[in-house]
């Protein structure tokens, strides 16, 4: 959520250009969002992995996601 609203928001320049320097700031706050949001895209993927390996009780897939 927090990586789709770096990308989207039009006033993030405001708030990042505390934490950043000049340059390569739209670089760094578009990378930034770009990780976020694959993080959270692969927390929510291994979170289904483990809910359908639960769900049809393969422990396989369980012990596969609680090792991540």
């Known amino acids: 959520m927090l990586g789709g609203w770096a990308l989207l928001e039009p006033a993030k320049e405001q708030i ?10 739209a670089d760094t706050i578009f990378l930034l ?12 993927l291994i979170g289904v992995f483990g809910c359908c390996g639960a769900l049809h009780e393969k422990r396989c ?8």
Do not use: E, N, Q
Not at 33 to 44: F, R
Not at 61 to 68: A, G, N, Q
């Open 61 to 68: 897939v369980v012990v596969t996601v609680i090792t991540y």
């Open 16 to 25: 990042f250009r505390l934490a950043t320097t000049d340059l390569m700031r």
């Open 33 to 44: 969002a770009y990780v976020l949001l694959a993080l959270g895209g692969s927390v929510i």
